[in-house]
């Protein structure tokens, strides 16, 4: 079996995949300045990840960035159907079982990124954006 080439961000070739790096990245440095500790970045399993799991205390976020160059197609918590939701939950519900403590409480957040010329990048933090309570 071939082992897949790990490529740095530098180096990709598709927009897209770097305008969300560059999302999660602002939105992992909104969550720590707001006192949230860094879990995992992209925990993935199977074809699908998480992009950020974040804790504060016995609070485990499962965050969800979605990032825009402009409001123009609408807010980019728009685009997490169902499918994604529950696709979101299997690997939230890896992540818990592997790593997760016995207080722990769980929520899914998600953060809307979009990006200003010459300035910060515009964060929006919604906590428990939508639930998946028949997991845990």
């Known amino acids: 079996m ?11 070739s598709d927009p897209r995949h770097r305008l969300g790096l560059a999302g999660e990245l602002a939105a ?6 707001a006192g949230w500790l860094l879990e995992a970045h992209r925990f993935k399993v199977g074809r699908n990840d998480i992009d950020l799991v974040m804790r504060r205390g016995d609070v ?22 169902w499918k994604k939701r529950q696709a979101l939950a299997r690997v939230a519900e890896v992540w818990r079982i592997r790593f997760g403590r016995r207080r722990d409480l769980y929520r899914f957040d998600l953060c809307e990124v979009v ?5 910060s990048p515009e964060v ?6 939508w639930r998946a309570d028949r997991l845990w």
């Open 60 to 81: 485990v976020a499962f965050i969800e960035v979605k990032t825009r160059r402009s409001a123009a197609f609408g807010p980019g918590g728009a685009s997490v159907g």
């Open 115 to 119: 990006p200003r010329r010459w300035r």
């Open 2 to 12: 071939r082992r897949p080439v790990l490529v740095p961000p530098s180096e990709w």
């Open 28 to 33: 992992l440095a909104y969550l720590t300045g």
């Open 124 to 129: 929006s933090h919604i906590p428990n954006a």
